[in-house]
């Protein structure tokens, strides 16, 4: 819970804001997209490229993007490493 709480903090202020100020005046989180099925089966040692080309922010804000294995949600408890290079990922487990 600790790991996100600047990020649920900045999201109940964001939504603080939208009982005050103007649709115009406040954030808005963006609308994320996959181009792909949100789910990837992918074996030790092969390549994939996560893809989040269609997300768009309504306020047209930069987006940047941070993949990583969220071990709380799925039922593999192993360690996975990823290694990066240009979108490119390689599964080490």
């Known amino acids: 819970m600790w790991r996100w709480r600047d990020d649920f903090q900045n999201d109940f202020a964001a939504r603080m804001d939208w009982c005050?100020?103007?649709?115009?005046e406040a954030n808005h989180p963006p609308v994320p997209e996959l181009g792909h099925?949100?789910?990837?089966?992918?074996?030790a040692g092969e390549i994939f490229n996560?893809?989040?080309?269609?997300?768009?922010?309504?306020?047209s804000d930069n987006l940047s993007y941070l993949w990583f294995k969220y071990p709380e949600?799925?039922?593999y408890k192993k360690s996975i490493d990823?290694?990066?290079?240009?979108?490119l990922y390689k599964v080490f487990i």
Not at 20 to 24: E, G, I, N
Not at 50 to 59: E, F, L, Q, S
């Open 73 to 75: 949600a799925g039922s």
């Open 20 to 24: 005050t100020k103007s649709f115009q």
């Open 37 to 43: 099925s949100d789910q990837i089966n992918v074996k």
């Open 50 to 59: 996560p893809d989040a080309i269609g997300t768009m922010d309504p306020d």
């Open 82 to 87: 990823f290694v990066s290079t240009e979108n």
